[in-house]
């Protein structure tokens, strides 16, 4: 299956009633399709929903920071969600929408075969690497098999946090941080270039 497939096949899923509800429109994602570094979210957001784009309200301006502080631009990532639709009031996703999303991000990753997936959040961290609490596992460098492919995950505190807490520059100071840890990652997994040398001696 072909990315646009993927983003057509899901652009009028039926899957939970609820969001169907609640939504106004799937937000599949934004970036770019063949970057080797994948961003998943938790749940599109009222402006998310409005727009049709992931982080494009006040988290995502905090996410576009942090990328530009590292020299990251949001064209050379892709940028999902766990869920694709916007719950109602922005609850927390339930089990059961995360689980009816679970196959159309496998097969996102199957398509896109990033080399680097930064988890946003508990509910991307838990739904890639099956593990809990974001504040002791954020920053820190895994390595799973995907497809029969090494690939590193490296979770981040959700932008939202920053909001929650009145902007603290000390947490910002730590998101920054981590940033620079994805962006080493990011850096070891470009091809290395061949140089080639001609000797005219």
Request: one cysteine or more; a positive charge.
């Amino acid at each position: 299956m072909l990315f646009n497939q993927l983003k057509e096949q899901y652009s009028t899923c039926t899957k939970c009633p609820a969001l169907c509800q609640s939504r106004s429109q799937v937000v599949f994602g934004s970036g770019n399709p063949q970057a080797q570094v994948l961003f998943i979210g938790e749940a599109p957001g009222a402006s998310e929903d409005k727009n049709g784009i992931p982080f494009c309200g006040m988290s995502g301006k905090i996410l576009t920071e942090l990328l530009t502080s590292v020299g990251i631009s949001r064209e050379d990532v892709f940028i999902t969600n766990t869920i694709l639709c916007r719950p109602q009031d922005n609850r927390n996703p339930a089990k059961d929408e995360v689980q009816n999303c679970r196959e159309r991000l496998d097969k996102l990753i199957t398509i896109m075969k990033p080399k680097v997936i930064v988890t946003i959040g508990n509910f991307a961290t838990e739904r890639i690497l099956g593990k809990t609490g974001i504040k002791s596992l954020r920053g820190k460098i895994f390595e799973i098999m995907i497809n029969d492919t090494a690939v590193k995950i490296v979770p981040a505190v959700h932008p939202a946090n920053l909001l929650y807490n009145g902007r603290n520059p000390e947490i910002f100071e730590q998101m920054k941080n981590d940033f620079k840890t994805i962006s080493a990652v990011i850096a070891d997994n470009k091809p290395k270039i061949q140089k080639k040398w001609m000797d005219f001696s």
